[in-house]
């Protein structure tokens, strides 16, 4: 079903399902004998959320490779990119706690658990914003799992369209002290000049030595789409062992700024790394044989610092 203004969801339907499907990843990527990631909390996140394909998928029921039917885009594409992804951010939000910086906000949260698995500094405040129905579910089931925050941790719970920048004020975050962001996962869900509004709102609430990462998808007006159809072709083969879930026409299409050029004319420098050097680390790469294989090479993640 395609994206409305004012569509909402939970985490076994339409963008929320995305947010489970990237824990799935996280799971099979915290598996083996030598894990790039460590996070106890995806699969039974997963679990608690009940959608029973993603639930065999992250406890091991299902083999990946056997989901996947050799397709180059699937569950075992996703662990590999989810590996990578997340020690992007972990490793960026550490090195910036790590740096003095004591104020992190952690934008469409999710079923992300960095607030309770990452070691944080003492003082160290990790403001969570996503729908509420999400921040209480994840807040709900963790709790029962007897997890406990490393940080001082508070959630705001509102939609990013909505004046998310009052509520996240209002919680206690101090716009005058340096704060690390990130915007994980998020910008091709947003329409193009929602993407520029919401890197405008970073910049005001950030002061000078604050630090952000996201994503980069260059030529999105046709990466974009690229993309989602790939994820038809996958959901169309999960479907034969379950999956029931809508997962398309999720991201929003056209021609966007690209984020390190708008970010290096809006007070901050930032530089990009590309996810195939990152999967290069792992010791697996991204074909590059056609243009849809080309696409996912191009993506990169972006590290800026506030001017």
Do not use: C
Not at 170 to 186: R, V
Not at 229 to 248: I, L, P, Q, S, Y
Not at 249 to 257: F, Q, S, T, V
């Amino acid at each position: 079903m395609a994206r409305t203004d004012n569509d909402t969801w939970d985490l076994a339907t339409s963008v929320g399902a995305t947010a489970t499907g990237v824990a799935v990843g996280r799971a099979l990527a915290s598996r083996g004998s030598n894990p790039l990631i460590n996070d106890p909390f995806a699969e039974p996140l997963v679990r608690a959320v009940g959608v029973d394909f993603f639930t065999r998928l992250a406890s091991g029921e299902l083999d990946p490779a056997e989901v996947d039917d050799h397709a180059e885009f699937g569950m075992e594409r996703m662990r590999d990119m989810m590996a990578v992804r997340t020690r992007f951010f972990d490793d960026f939000f550490l090195a910036a706690a790590n740096a003095g910086i004591g104020q992190a906000v952690i934008l469409a949260s999710g079923l992300d658990a960095r607030a309770y698995r990452l070691p944080w500094p003492a003082g160290t405040t990790v403001y969570e914003i996503d729908q509420e129905q999400v921040i209480e579910f994840k807040t709900t089931t963790l709790r029962q799992l007897n997890a406990r925050p490393t940080a001082e941790l508070r959630t705001v719970a509102v939609d990013l369209r909505h004046d998310w920048v009052s509520a996240l004020r209002y919680a206690g975050f101090d716009d005058t002290k340096p704060s690390a962001w990130s915007a994980e996962g998020l910008l091709p869900f947003l329409p193009p000049e929602a993407q520029d509004a919401l890197l405008d709102n970073i910049t005001v609430l950030s002061a000078p030595g604050s630090r952000l990462a996201t994503e980069n998808l260059p030529d999105a007006g046709r990466s974009v789409p690229m993309m989602a159809e790939r994820m038809r072709e996958a959901t169309e083969r999960w479907r034969a062992h379950g999956f029931d879930v809508e997962m398309t026409d999720l991201w929003y299409a056209g021609e966007r700024n690209d984020v390190v050029a708008y970010l290096n004319a809006h007070g901050w420098t930032a530089q990009t790394t590309p996810v195939a050097d990152l999967l290069a680390a792992l010791g697996t790469s991204i074909g590059t044989g056609d243009d849809r294989e080309a696409t996912f090479a191009s993506l990169g993640y972006v590290s800026a610092t506030r001017s």
